[in-house]
């Protein structure tokens, strides 16, 4: 039978809750060595709660009760401190890694465009302006150079032409009239009158040489006589030289605006200046136009070319005249062949890629501007790359890859910024950012943060 102990005004417990009492008590860095000592702790516990007469019996029966409850104190304690020390202790992520594979594959380049034209889309727009009476093509058309596209009503300017051509045959009737030599008659009228003038200033003479005729009247004679000699002069040459100058130029001028009126009605009518699709229609039947509104909009789509950007780590693949293949997602199974017209030599702050151009022939009219298309740039030449697991590329909040690299000195994980590249089957070229010697870690990288521990195991390809 267990002894029982009575602490003063306490109700009687059994050793078991002594012992469990003083455990909670316990220090927690209460060690083996110490154990000892708890014998005595305990003993000093009881008597200070016994009456004296009760030391006597309690001392020799409980001794071995207290030698018990010291060593599952001793117990808890050590337990506690090898608990504690398990604690600090980091426990080590179970990761696999591997090194980063070698893959020699074909030198080639994939890049996203953006079909547009060689050149830009043609806008074309009335000169003049009118009310529109005929409209022909429709968005998607597509026209020949020549074609008529619209015309405005032509009376004003038709009437303008008659006016200007009435015009020219008035100047030009003046120029012959002034380019034609004199004409007998009108010079033989003129000599006639010279002959009368003579005639007339000698029977003058006479009479003013006898004083019988005032000197005036025989200076009005001889003004006569010069005037019809210059006249008579005159018959024989034809037009004066200034005069037929007059009439040229008014004759040419006459032609100039004749040329204006004829070109304002040839411009009533719209047409094409160059050939290919209806890209927009911006007139109706019935609407006044306006020379500063484009009527329409011209595409050529034969051929197209698709404006790609290369990035940095690929612009030393591209060359002028290198092989590509387009594709185009609105159009499954169907490949273009091309040729690189041009590189840019300076990169688009935006995007840090350069801008390069694809010319493809579109002789069926299958690729329309604005489609995106995919475009492989073909390399004679192979290249070895650096490849690992798609799986094992990470995301920061920034959007940048990383990959986390194990170091067995410090059996740790650090993040390590790369620059990824093409797919390649089931992995990812890794352009920038890792050696071949590099351990990566390909599974477990989500339970890992910068510096975590890990137990890896190496994967061998």
């Known amino acids: 039978m267990v002894p029982t102990l009575i602490y003063g005004s306490r109700d009687v417990v059994l050793v078991d809750d002594f012992i469990t009492t003083h455990r909670s008590n316990a220090p927690a860095d209460v060690t083996a060595s110490k154990c000892k000592n708890l014998k005595t702790i305990a003993g000093h516990s009881m008597r200070s709660h016994l009456r004296p007469w009760q030391v006597a019996w309690t ?20 337990g506690t401190h090898e608990a504690t020390a398990s604690h600090s202790q980091p426990r080590s992520i179970d990761v696999r890694v591997a090194r980063p594979k ?36 429709r968005e998607g058309d597509f026209v020949r150079a020549g074609d008529i596209l619209a015309v405005v009503d032509p009376t004003d300017f038709q009437l303008a032409l008659d006016s200007a051509a009435a015009q020219t045959a008035v100047a030009r009737a003046k120029l012959e009239k002034a380019s034609v030599p004199a004409r007998p008659e009108v010079v033989e009228q003129a000599r006639a009158s010279l002959s009368l003038a003579e005639n007339e200033l000698r029977r003058m003479r006479l009479l003013y040489d006898r004083k019988s005729l005032a000197q005036n009247d025989f200076e009005r004679y001889q003004t006569t006589f010069t005037n019809a000699q210059q006249q008579y002069e005159q018959a024989k040459q034809g037009a004066q030289k200034e005069d037929k100058d007059a009439a ?12 204006i009126a004829r070109k304002r009605l040839s411009d009533a009518t719209l047409t094409a200046p160059v050939s290919g699709f209806i890209a927009k229609r911006n007139i109706e039947r019935g609407a006044v136009a306006a020379t500063s509104l484009t009527a329409f909009t011209i595409v050529q789509l034969d051929p197209v070319e698709i404006r790609v950007g290369i990035p940095e780590t690929d612009i030393s693949m591209v060359h002028h005249g290198q092989h590509a293949i387009a594709t185009a997602s609105a159009l499954p199974g169907v490949q273009f062949l091309g040729n690189v017209r041009l590189i840019s030599v300076s990169a688009e702050p935006e995007t840090r890629t350069y801008m390069a151009r694809i010319t493809v022939p579109n002789r069926e009219n299958k690729l329309l501007v604005g ?23 990470m995301l920061d909040p920034r959007g940048a890859t990383f990959v986390y690299v194990y170091f067995p000195n410090d059996k740790r994980v650090y993040a390590k910024r790369v620059t990824a590249g093409a797919i390649t089957r089931q992995d990812i070229q890794i352009v920038d950012g890792i050696n071949d010697s590099d351990l990566i870690v390909i599974a477990g990288q989500q339970l890992v943060r910068e510096g975590s521990t890990v137990s890896p195991t190496e994967a061998h390809p």
């Open 59 to 78: 001392t020799a029966g409980a001794a071995r009760y207290v030698c018990i409850a010291a060593a599952l104190l001793c117990f808890a304690g050590c």
């Open 102 to 137: 070698h893959v020699r594959i074909a030198g080639v380049v994939d890049l996203s465009g953006t079909v547009e034209t060689p050149s830009e889309p043609t806008n074309v727009a009335f000169l003049v302006s009118g009310k529109v009476v005929r409209v022909g093509p």
């Open 248 to 259: 040229r130029a008014s004759w040419e001028q006459a032609q100039a605006a004749e040329r």
């Open 371 to 393: 489609m995106i298309a995919e475009v492989r740039i073909m390399n004679d030449a192979d290249t070895d790359v650096l490849t690992l697991p798609a799986t094992s590329i």
